[in-house]
């Protein structure tokens, strides 16, 4: 405890109701002990960090002005949401932040009901907010009640397709909402795109302090003193844009920008929106990421996300391994064959450290394109590169590969199009939880015709895959892998293509066959390795491709063996229904084959380490084991095998 700051207002805040009795000057305190609190809580968990010491002073205003839970405040994405939970009575828990059955790193309706919408991929919060303005008033039901609506979004949010939908339904629909811009200059990597520039010329073009007149806000909602200086800077801010602002023409009243970590800024802007407010509204505030944490203010992420730390130096208390991670491998391995191959590109949504593009952007920077949070242009972006005689690679999270599923369906492959989809943290992912677990690629991309879906089993199978990705130009092809380090296996000089649809041998043997599909391999292994120690050796194969199946591998596996297990790091529907169609089809089970699948269960499995999240899956050594001597009828005693 002696390390932990000191927080004597901080200490006396249970619940938001609290903080109505503090002066302005005790909220501006109340904000720099939260910030001390934020850092000292993540130094020693990990986690998300720069975001929500960039909406530390924010947090504190809305909260002592808006009346939260019946107030709905959504927060975009939610990673900048440690300091709300320590506010909202959640303090005594955020040391448990991210870890098995501690709190979310993420907004969590089952959580808390200051939490009024759940949250982990962007650009879902003004949708929400107008659903929640739109539910208030035509009389839902709420158990806190129906009052404001207020998102908070990001500029990194905000340049997703989805954002400006809503913005554009909430402008007609002219209902009381509130949008606040959370204008950092930065998502996850450096902002992109035209929109981006807009909002860097909105406050650019002229010296900050004379946009501080803006912060008065929208000319009609305030006190007569105010009138004539916001609209000087009203009408000096409309000049930027033809027309008037982009949020003007989109139906929305303009109110900054303003700097959200001036408290003297906030609080009066926010008052003032809270009583006068009738239709949208949009507040622009200028943050920070990191602010008042100089190792994440120098960060070039701006302190986004961290392992544990220490809190004076900010150094990182990081495991060592041996292993290289996967993303890694991915991003060398493209580079040395973009190296020959002029035609190779890649593509990403807002994420090129997080998939190992920023290696490929180091060395081919005129090939590499970074198409901010929109996954569904990504996918349609690679596709039109295919088309003109590119060979593109768009590299996704599986978890975000999902946005842009229409487009892999409409653009991609019903037009046969080789797109190279590599698939980031595939399978369980950890301390982000269910949000963010890549379980679904594997069923949503192998039930498309002429697709081909591969999963590496290690670090050098990942080497050939991205080889195989390649050379392949008959169609849409796809590779996934895990987060986090290898295996530690001996890697290959160069990758070499693999034969579509051939699985690889590991070893051979009797009654039971193992087909595993992607990194599960390991697990396997160590299960085989129990299970000859009772007298079963099992054959090991590693299926390599869920599509197309290597049908003669699998028919003779399926003779040869009294059973036959699949093994995948994916949902129902997925490598194992494939494997069951086929024998089904084929008429293998009329011979009397025993056939069990094991996949992800028909559950969201909540943060922990992924160790204990595949426990929780039922899909480590052990239980791969105890599936073997279940569907050989070997009996298991007091626990233990027999």
Known sequence: MSNRPETPLLDSVGSPSDMKRFSDAELTQLAHELRSETVSAVSETGGHLGAGLGVVELTVALHAIFDAPRDKIIWDVSHQCYPHKILTGRRDRIRTIRQKDGLSGFTKRSESPYDPFGAAHSSTSISAALGFAVARDLGGASETGH????????????????????????????????????????????????????????????????????????????????????????????????????????????????????????????????????????????????????????????????????????????????????????????????????RICAVTAAMPDGTGLNLFNERYPSRCFDVGIAEQHAVTFAAGMAAGGLRPFCALYSTFLQRGYDQVVHDVAIQRLPVRFAIDRAGLVGADGATHAGSYDVAFLSNLPGFVVMAAADEAELVHMVATAAAHDDGPIAFRYPRGEGEGVEMPQAGVPLEIGKARMIQEGTRVALLSFGTRLGEVRRAAESLGAKGIAPTIVDARFAKPLDHDMILRLAREHEALITIEEGAIGGFGSHVAQLLAEEGVFDSGLKFRSMVLPDIFIDQASPEDMYKVAGMDAAQIEAKVLDVLGVAQISGKRA
């Open 147 to 342: 009052g404001d609506a207020i998102a908070v979004i990001g500029d990194g949010a905000m340049s997703a397709g989805m954002a400006f939908e809503a913005l554009n339904n909430a402008g007609h629909l002219k209902k009381r909402l509130i949008v606040i811009l959370n204008d950092n200059e930065m998502s996850i990597a450096p902002p992109v795109g035209a929109f981006s520039s807009y909002l860097s010329r909105l406050y650019a073009e002229a010296p900050f302090q004379e946009l501080k007149a803006a912060a008065k806000g929208a000319v009609s909602l305030l006190p007569g003193p105010f009138q004539q200086g916001a609209r000087r800077a009203k009408d000096l801010l409309k000049g930027f844009a033809v027309g008037g602002t982009l949020f003007e023409e989109l139906g929305f009243s303009y109110v900054g920008p303003i700097d959200g970590h001036d408290m003297d800024q906030l609080l009066p802007v926010l008052r003032t929106v809270q009583q006068r407010a009738t239709g949208p509204i949009l507040i622009h505030v200028l943050t920070k990421k990191g602010k008042g944490y100089g190792p994440a203010e120098e960060a070039r992420d701006g302190g986004h996300a961290t392992a544990k730390f220490d809190v004076v130096s900010g150094k990182q208390k990081k495991a060592p391994s041996n292993a290289p991670s996967y993303t890694s491998v991915f991003g060398r391995a493209l580079v040395e064959h973009a190296s020959r191959d002029d």
